[in-house]
């Protein structure tokens, strides 16, 4: 079975700095892996997905990502953050042979101080 | 772009009320999902539909929870006798099913609040 774990609950940058939210997944075979934003009060938003492409992906808002199957990684990563940046993001797994299944990370809430 | 629409955005009941929350997936969409999330924690997921039949469920969605999708279109969330313990912000989701490499697309969700 797959397993999601976001390595941190909260992060806090200041504006401008980097910032990078870790993800790891545990998968016997290469899975689909996605990063979702929710903003407070609102749906999730896909910031990006890996699906065996390229192992650097970027995604919307500066956002990037990169797949690291040595590491069973997949950090999301943006080189400088802004306000708008805050908000709560959700690593995602979903499975090659059971595709009807996605898994949730825990969730890291992200402030950027001014 | 076309998107998942939920209704209603937010509900107010009485425990032990019925309620129904509504959504329209994307139309040329396969599977169909209802996820919830109580205030401040992490999105917990209920149940999958395709094919016109529940494909998976967690432990939370027990006997007061059902699904449908009556004409096609919509596909609704039945809580029949409401919990304090059931507010909480409700997505529904779907995808299209054609292999493992595509993603979830999210209503903005009902919140539902039970007093």
């Known amino acids: 079975a797959q397993s999601v774990t976001q390595l941190d609950s909260h992060v806090s940058v200041s504006e401008g700095t980097p910032v990078l939210l870790r993800c790891n997944y545990s998968?016997?075979?290469?899975?689909?892996l996605f990063w979702y934003v929710q903003h407070p009060n609102k749906g999730l938003q896909l910031l990006l997905k890996?699906?065996?492409?390229?192992?650097l992906v970027k995604g919307i808002n500066g956002f990037e990502a990169e797949f690291k199957k040595s590491e069973t990684s997949f950090h999301l990563t943006k080189p400088s953050a802004h306000m708008s940046d805050a908000a709560e993001y959700f690593c995602?797994?979903?499975?090659?042979?059971?595709?009807?299944?996605?898994?949730f990370g825990s969730g890291t809430k992200l402030n950027v101080k001014p | 772009e076309p998107e998942v629409t939920q209704t209603p955005s937010h509900q107010v009941t009485q425990m032990g009320q019925e309620v129904i929350l509504r959504c329209v997936p994307i139309?040329?969409?396969?599977?169909f999902y209802w996820y919830r999330q109580i205030l401040g924690q992490k999105v917990e997921f209920l149940v999958s539909?395709?094919?016109?039949?529940?494909?998976?469920k967690s432990e939370i969605f027990d006997d007061q929870f059902s699904v449908e999708r009556p004409d096609g279109s919509n596909f609704t969330l039945k809580i029949r006798s409401t919990k304090l313990e059931d507010s909480a912000m409700y997505f529904c989701?779907?995808?299209?099913?054609?292999?493992?490499?595509?993603?979830?697309?999210f209503g903005e969700g009902s919140r539902l609040t039970v007093l």
């Open positions: 989701a779907s995808s299209d099913g054609k292999d493992y490499t595509g993603e979830l697309f």
């Open positions: 998968s016997s075979y290469s899975p689909s």
């Open positions: 890996y699906t065996s492409a390229a192992t």
């Open positions: 995602v797994v979903r499975e090659l042979y059971n595709f009807n299944k996605f898994y």
């Open positions: 139309s040329n969409h396969l599977y």
């Open positions: 539909f395709y094919n016109n039949e529940i494909s998976e």
